[in-house]
């Protein structure tokens, strides 16, 4: 989960499409997971949160979805809107731990 | 959940000099806080655990005589960059744990050292 490079992946999407932002997380002990968006110059906003007894969880306009077998975390945003740029971090936490571990985040553009 | 300010939100200095860092939790006691670094196009990198009343734990590779943390009360923490060098250029993040550990992130504070 530790980020490397000095390029965060950009995914362009057109206005009212639906974006898919996916995530690949390190620890199969992980049990809690949350995605973030964060825009320029600001902390990381909660968006949703899903734990590891489940593999799909609802929120308005959002979705996220969990692959166990193959450490897998994605973020669909439905309808994408401009003020949905942003850069989306997932984040990982250890059953037992207090530590946050994310992602390497992913650039969301939203073109009108 | 929390409400988390940090203050300053920007910080330009010279190299050589000290600069405080403050996180305070505006409705909620910490008895934790956290201190995370994120360089650009990066992301979060967990510094240190501020701890209410003890010391600080530091993450690998995070000098701890560089990066002074004070918890002086439950609500707030202080993380001060000594003898600031162009490679501490940052964006510095704190976040506060509610009770349920879920936490919650301040503004952060962009640090420029000249």
């Known amino acids: 989960g530790e980020s490397v490079g000095l390029h965060l992946p950009t995914l362009s999407v057109q206005e009212g499409d639906n974006s898919i932002i996916n995530c690949a997380y390190s620890?199969?002990?992980?049990?809690?997971f949350i995605w973030y968006k964060q825009e320029s110059g600001k902390g990381p906003q909660f968006i949703i949160d899903?734990?590891?007894?489940?593999d799909k969880r609802q929120g308005q306009r959002v979705t996220v979805l969990l692959n166990k077998t193959v450490k897998h975390l994605s973020l669909q945003i439905a309808a994408t809107q401009p003020g949905d740029s942003a850069v989306y971090f997932c984040a990982e936490i250890g059953s037992g731990t207090y530590k946050y571990i994310f992602g390497t985040g992913t650039r969301l553009k939203v073109l009108a | 959940g929390a409400v988390v300010s940090q203050h300053p939100s920007w910080v330009i200095c010279k190299s050589g000099t000290s600069v405080k860092i403050e996180c305070r939790s505006l409705d909620f006691q910490a008895t934790t806080m956290f201190w995370y670094r994120q360089f650009p196009k990066q992301s979060l990198m967990l510094m240190a655990t501020s701890n209410e009343g003890s010391k600080a734990t530091y993450e690998q590779g995070v000098e701890k005589d560089k990066f002074l943390i004070n918890h002086a009360s439950l609500t707030l923490s202080t993380l001060t960059v000594t003898s600031a060098h162009p490679e501490d250029s940052s964006f510095y993040i704190c976040?506060?744990?509610?009770?349920?550990?879920?936490?919650?992130f301040g503004p952060g504070t962009r640090l420029t050292v000249l």
């Open positions: 976040s506060v744990p509610d009770r349920y550990n879920e936490q919650f």
């Open positions: 899903i734990r590891s007894n489940m």
């Open positions: 620890n199969s002990a992980s049990d809690y």
